[in-house]
């Protein structure tokens, strides 16, 4: 009778499941759907992957409406905090909407809504309205766009100016400094370009146009009445280091000068 006790106990006692069949399943192959989770571990309860998960510091992803886990500890995040597998992206600041206010609030100049989804390679209009009703970001319209930036007032004043300096003079990287408007700065560069020679202005521009990356050509051509193949020729230049020295004209731009006759007296 004792022994049927023990037998019978034996069969009803609950089944565990090893934690560690996740982690060296997600450390083989980086992310998982959660079906694929279930089968691995051997359950048919989503409550059950996620308690084992728990224990594994696991991440969700902000893409594919969070389908896909992986573990932190395979993530390797670059400097915005963002990690991708198979085009699958990852936050450190965990879901989308975390990451877009995190993005939000430490950028100088704020973000427009498709400068934010190309950087986060995600839809951002619904989370970016939601955080707004919410009151966890402003919105501002400049030029006819919606700039989105900080919920603290000042910061948002600070982001702001900042955006429209860098329309206005698109050289300078950090407006929050600036000791003059950007009028005054705009025409400050503009006679300081005047003043030099030809492969001068053209090594300048594409200076500035590698410093601002990507559409820097279009830009710095615009800003400077350039074409931008002008620009992009001082660009590729620099960077092929194809300057050639002591090109600066004096003065009659390299003729030579022309002898004057003494003045003759009339009688």
């Known amino acids: 009778m004792k022994t049927t006790h023990n037998r019978n106990y034996n069969i009803m006692r609950p089944l565990t499941f090893d934690p560690q ?46 389908r ?4 932190r500890e395979s993530a390797r995040f670059d400097d915005a905090g963002l990690w991708a597998y198979d085009a699958v992206w990852f936050s450190r600041h965990g879901t989308l909407v975390a990451t877009i206010q995190s993005f939000v609030n430490q950028a100088p100049h704020g973000w427009f809504a498709d400068e934010l989804a ?9 989370p970016l309205h939601d955080l707004v009703n919410a009151g966890r970001l402003r919105r501002i319209e400049v030029a006819g766009r919606f700039l989105y930036t900080s919920a603290d ?34 025409a400050a560069i503009l006679l300081f370009y005047s003043l030099l020679d030809e492969q001068q202005r053209r090594l300048f521009a594409g200076l500035e146009s590698i410093k601002l990356g990507h559409g820097g050509d279009v830009t710095l051509a615009a800003f400077l009445g350039l074409d931008p193949h002008t620009v992009a020729r001082g660009r590729q230049q620099l960077l092929d280091q194809n300057v050639t020295l002591g090109r600066t004209r004096r003065s009659g731009g390299g003729r030579k000068p022309v002898e004057k006759k003494p003045p003759t007296s009339s009688r």
């Open 153 to 186: 007032s000042r910061q948002s004043r600070d982001q702001l100016r900042a955006r429209q300096t860098a329309s206005a003079v698109p050289l300078v990287a950090d407006a929050s400094a600036l000791l003059v408007s950007p009028d005054e700065l705009k």
């Open 118 to 126: 190309d950087a986060l390679h995600a839809e951002v209009q619904d």
């Open 21 to 66: 069949v996740l982690r060296k399943h997600l450390l083989r192959h980086k992310i998982a759907t959660l079906p694929e989770l279930k089968q691995v571990l051997g359950t048919s309860a989503n409550l059950t992957v996620f308690r084992k998960l728990k224990l594994l510091d696991y991440l969700s992803s902000y893409t594919h409406r969070g």
């Open 68 to 71: 896909y886990y992986a573990l």
